[in-house]
């Protein structure tokens, strides 16, 4: 039996495993953790143990949770098309009426869908493209790509750009200020709040980022059934892609 | 059609209400309460669903009433889950009552209690339990962290 491995912040692609809250997490994670499991099984824990598996893959399968086959698939190219793809989604997903959990998922996926749109795509001095303070049409090419997917065990939300910008020291550092700044959550910016990550890791059991630089990135979450959730078990996983 | 975001105003025994609804996102412009110079009440209960920017709206106009005395009443989920992630959404202001969910485990159907603050402050406890109104079973249990509802003092 292998020993459990130990953290070591400068090295990449490590498992931590232990309980923790989700801000315990989030300081782990600035601290460059890619990939955290929260579970009173530690490293026995299935999911860990999946992960562990797909550490040294250079195109790490998609976990158990994320039903990418089951799952509708809709392209968005328009900002002000949201409010009708997310009722849209909860309505297919069988959750509309109720209000609990349709409230979760209509929060995860606008986060996710405007962090797309808004900070996706740069133009080429490295501004960025599209100003939240307009209505916003992107190109054909850039079209986000939404997925979702529901069980009895949960729901499955994913989205995709086309910017592949997205780093781990941007969801490090949103973290690390929403949990340990209570003073300075908020950024100031036109572009949005540094909220929306913070806001869609609270909410969710399963958080995993898959970056192609310079590509495209993924966002998957999973948010377990109501009987199911516990908030002491959740993931956070990390993958580079071309790195 | 989509619920549109609005504030409507009255007035309570000398006190102005404030009546947010729909969904607070960031075109929502809080411009009437920004206004106010005296106490006022800020009663949350239409709010349908809040998103980031919305969050930093919000947060903007309570700095620019910095100073008043404000209560907010009848928060819906949706708002009790930003006064616990965000503390300058409440910033200085008293929490008077709140929407606590509750699911049925049995048949999967969602109510919410108005629960008083000052009843919590008194002692008075947040069922645990109660009573499904549709399928008659004694279990609704609260949806989420009870803690989170508990916003007094």
Redesign the interface.
Known sequence: MSAAPKFDPNANDQLICGLFSKKEAAQLIADGGTHIHSTTEGYRDEMARFTNALLNEKNPQPHPWQLLPNCREVSLASSGER?KLI?RATVDMGIFS???YS?KV??VM??LI?NGIFHAYVNADGSNKYR??SSVKLEDKEALVVRYGASQEGIFISVEDKGGRLTLEDIGSAFYR?YYN??N??V?DEQ?????L??VF?LVTHFRVDVFPGQRTVVSCWIAG??IAH?SIFSFNFFKRGA | M?AKFQIRTTEENGTVVYYVSG?ID?ESRFSEIEQAHERLIVDFRGVL?I???G??NW??CMKKIRGLEISFRQCP??IVKQLN????FRANAKVLSVYV?Y?C?QC?H?SRLLVEMEDLAKGKEIPAVRKCELCGQDEMEI???ESQFKMYG
Do not use: H, W
Not at chain 1, 192 to 196: F, I, P, Q, T
Not at chain 2, 85 to 88: E, H, K, M, Y
């Open positions: 409010y009722k109720r209000r609990g409230e209509e929060c606008e986060e405007t939240r303070e929403c209570p003073d959550q908020i100031d949005g709040s540094g909220l929306g913070y806001m609270d109501r009987r908030p | 989509a969904p960031e669903t998103n980031s920017c969050v930093r947060v903007n989920p949706a992630l965000v503390p300058s969910p699911l485990f999967d969602e949806d989420g962290d």
